[in-house]
């Protein structure tokens, strides 16, 4: 059997034709407008029609009367099915009954679409064949007459008396009621008080005589539909009775309208409740909640965006969301725009950016927005985003970098940035590209200054030289603080003649000044050694040390002097002087003249010792010398590698010897991470002393990392699988990015004791260690400070939340016997910072 599928809608037409075929009953012809479907129709023996009720061209009901009219091939009572995007159940079986139809049926019902042909094809009635009536009448030939005019429109049964027509009107159910006021035993008032009073709504129709009509009126307000007299026409009953059905239909399609409007209110309330409560929940939000349009303008906004912009939100919308973003950055505003631009042609997914907003009142702000491609209904790409205000962020970041790369005291540029400005000059030396100039500076007789009037007094001194030497030198020139009261200046472009005259005006620059404390009034001066960047030598490690040599052949000759290197330097009377100072600690470390004190490093928040710190001295001669004054020969002299070897070895029998150390920080100097028998040797005295590798801390400084990060990295993780833990050593004087922060896989990070010294009267130094802290706790780092000193600052400190701190108001350094004697109780030496 052929069966026709007229739809328009080319998916529906797929869905509805693999329903009706899952059948096996019929051969699908489709149709996708009303002239195709009246062509197939003339042409072929149709045996049955499925139709949406909007098909181009004509619509369903017309081709519905078209087919019941028998002017197509087919035969005019086949089986119609129409299909329905909206629905009341109701009208779609009246307007079925008044059109021939045998169903209407909403789409989503298209499942039952073959039972209903079945149905139909079996000869079933439907709810479309005739319209059910109960007639209540006692005389036989009206009863008759009845019938015969409406058996082809309605359904009838027949009840002669009252009692009969309630007996069937309980047990069945039925459209109209015809109903004779005259009756024998039960009246015909009592039968209409019954049925109204269980179904008010019921359809009864009255029939009376003319002498009646006065309780025909009657029974009409008491809730009859109509009424009609004796003896009627044929054509009077039927249209009584036709307007009768069409009341009722009008009643049950009035009250499911009405309920469908009170459920449509309902869950429009319901919306509506749901999205005040989103949008409140967006509007309590400090994040910024954007929708921008495939347009790039914005579609929606929470009001975070006028607490972070100070623009309104009703300004805001349909605004281009690129104006708002700050315009003195170009480069920056266009990869803003690129991206954006990317996600709405769907060629980036998300992505997250920090730029900065301009604010109404013309400030800028830092934020991060993450964006994320969507599409609406129409299939354009749309931009959901969250922005935060990260502006507090950026700002420690930059004075952070800022740290990594200056010198905290002085502002100058550190001994990181240096050596590499150092190299770059070198670099381009060696491409014939200079000549450049490196004056190496340093204080003469500084220590006494420092030592009489301390250490504050010292740091303002400093200050006032830097600022001095500043003043002397060209916009293009570097000058920066290299060590303690050491400076180094580069100088680009420049003659060894000019580097030479430029000296000298240092020295008296320098000697000029009147440093004046308590009245009293000191004097300094500084020796200059000057090395020629020329392209000679194999890098700036080299130009460096002729410039220290020099600088050492200044201060041999009486100080207050300018040198500059030559290679008969390296033989003079200075270097061999120098050269037997490190022979000196070449021999002392060899003989075993190494001593190790520890200070201890305690846990903020139990006052307990966690570890400690194992710090190196050197006795020669019966005296203590201390790291400051042999570390750095040695590093000069490239044999800083033998230090580390015997301090990791003796500090790892000490582990072994003295079992009540919890755990040991163990100091690695920037050379240790090129040093590749350093590893080995490690897990070589681990297993000699059968030492518990969680027992072992090693720090290493931020500046020595970033050397050979790649180095460190291995050397990190290697150390770190047999079970030694890694901090971070100054942090805050080293790093340019916190990328390498990252990458180092260390637990815990030290702050730079020059921030936590001050902390309680810098505001500074407080807001970078705050920063510091935080960032090592979002990092799963734990942070360790340095430099504790009195009682307020490590008050501070614990408020902060830093989880360990060590300083002289804990401990100071000594010998291992003073902390861990039985007798001795290490609570007393922090009882004063619980």
């Not at 809608?9 to 509805?16: H, Q, Y």
């Not at 059948?23 to 407008?33: L, N, T």
């Not at 059910?132 to 002669?160: G, P």
């Not at 009768?244 to 309330?269: G, H, P, T, W």
Request: net charge negative.
């Amino acid at each position: 059997m052929k069966l026709l599928l007229v739809n328009s809608n080319k998916d529906n037409c797929i869905e509805i034709q693999q329903t009706i075929e899952s059948a096996g009953k019929f051969d699908v012809i489709c149709a996708e407008s009303g002239t195709e479907a009246i062509q197939c129709l003339r042409r072929q023996t149709i045996h049955a029609v499925v139709t949406d009720i909007d098909i181009e061209g004509l619509d369903g009901w017309r081709l519905s009367r078209m087919v019941r009219s028998g002017i197509f091939r087919c035969a005019a009572d086949i089986p119609i099915v129409v299909l329905a995007a909206t629905w009341c159940e109701h009208i779609a079986e009246t307007t079925a009954r008044e059109f021939g139809i045998n169903k209407l049926l909403p789409y989503e019902d298209i499942s039952q679409v073959n039972a209903v042909l079945d149905q139909a094809l079996s000869g079933a009635r439907t709810t479309s064949d005739k319209v059910s009536m109960l007639v209540v009448e006692d005389n036989e030939s009206i009863q008759e007459i009845v019938e015969r005019i409406l058996q082809h429109r309605f359904d009838v049964t027949i009840a002669e008396t009252g009692e009969r027509g309630i007996e069937l009107w309980d047990r069945n159910s039925y459209d109209i009621v015809l109903l004779d006021v005259m009756l024998p035993g039960l009246s015909g008032e009592k039968v209409l008080e019954y049925i109204m009073a269980k179904s008010p709504s019921q359809a009864v129709i009255i029939m009376t005589a003319h002498g009646t009509i006065d309780m025909a009126e009657t029974m009409i307000i008491q809730g009859a539909a109509d009424f009609i007299t004796k003896p009627f026409r044929a054509e009077q009953l039927r249209r009584v009775c036709e307007i009768a059905s069409r009341r009722e239909d009008f009643m049950i399609s009035n009250r499911q309208f009405a309920d469908k409007v009170k459920e449509l209110r309902e869950r429009e309330k319901a919306y509506r409740d749901i999205s005040h409560a989103h949008q409140q929940l967006l509007d309590n939000m400090t994040t910024v909640v954007i929708e921008i349009s495939h347009k790039g303008e914005i579609n929606f906004l929470n009001k975070a965006w006028t607490e972070l912009t100070g623009h309104p939100v009703d300004s805001t919308i349909s605004q281009p969301f690129i104006e708002f973003i700050c315009p003195k950055f170009e480069a920056e505003q266009g990869i803003v725009e690129d991206t954006l631009t990317d996600i709405l042609a769907g060629k980036v997914q998300s992505c997250t950016l920090e730029f900065k907003l301009k604010h109404q009142d013309d400030i800028d702000i830092w934020v991060e927005g993450r964006f994320a491609a969507t599409q609406d209904q129409k299939q354009n790409w749309l931009i959901t985003a969250t922005i935060d205000d990260i502006t507090k962020r950026k700002q420690a970041e930059f004075k952070l970098e800022h740290l990594a790369l200056h010198d905290t005291l002085t502002n100058l540029h550190n001994r990181y940035y240096f050596d590499n400005e150092l190299n770059r000059l070198s670099i381009l030396a060696s491409r014939g590209e200079g000549p450049h100039a490196l004056l190496y500076i340093d204080l003469d007789h500084f220590k006494v200054i420092n030592d009489s009037q301390g250490h504050h007094q010292g740091d303002m001194v400093l200050k006032e030289v830097a600022n001095a030497i500043k003043s002397k030198i060209r916009r293009s020139d570097l000058l920066c603080r290299i060590g303690g009261d050491e400076f180094a200046l580069l100088l680009s472009h420049s003659s060894m003649l000019a580097a030479h005259e430029l000296a000298e005006q240092i020295c008296d620059t320098v000697k000029s000044g009147h440093y004046q404390f308590d009245g009293q009034v000191y004097k300094l001066s500084c020796s200059v050694g000057v090395a020629s960047i020329n392209g000679n030598a194999k890098d700036g490690h080299e130009y460096l040390k002729q410039a220290d040599i020099a600088l050492y052949v200044a201060k041999r000759r009486g100080r207050d002097l300018v040198h500059v290197y030559s290679e008969k330097d390296r033989d003079s009377e200075d270097l061999r002087d120098t050269i037997e100072w490190i022979h000196q600690l070449q021999q002392a470390i060899a003989n075993d003249q190494i001593i190790l004190h520890f200070q201890p490093v305690i846990h903020c928040k139990t006052g307990k010792v966690a570890y400690y710190e194992a710090l190196v001295r050197l006795n020669i001669d019966d005296k203590l010398i201390y790291p400051g004054s042999f570390i750095p020969a040695l590093e000069r002299a490239d044999d800083i590698k033998l230090l580390d070897h015997q301090v990791v070895g003796k500090a790892i029998k000490y582990l072994a010897e003295y079992p009540q150390i919890p755990r040991m920080a163990i100091n690695l100097s920037a050379h240790a991470f090129s040093d590749e028998k350093l590893t080995p040797l490690i897990e070589h005295k681990i297993r000699q002393y059968r030492v518990n590798p969680k027992r072992i801390i090693f720090e290493l400084t931020e500046s020595a990392s970033l050397t050979n990060l790649a180095g460190t990295v291995r050397m990190i993780e290697r150390l770190t699988q047999i079970g030694c833990d890694f901090s971070i050593d100054d942090f805050g004087t080293g790093f340019s990015t916190f990328t390498y922060l990252k990458q180092l896989p260390a637990k815990s990070v030290k702050i730079d004791g020059s921030f936590v010294k001050d902390i309680t009267t810098d505001p500074i130094d407080l807001a970078l260690v705050r920063a510091i802290h935080d960032i090592a706790k979002s990092l799963n780092k734990v942070s360790v400070a340095e430099f504790v000193e009195d009682q307020e600052t490590l008050n501070l400190l614990i408020e902060l939340g830093v989880d360990y701190a060590q300083g002289y108001h804990i401990a100071k350094p000594a010998s291992i016997d003073n902390f861990i004697e039985p007798e001795l109780d290490v609570s007393k030496l922090i009882s004063t910072a619980l």
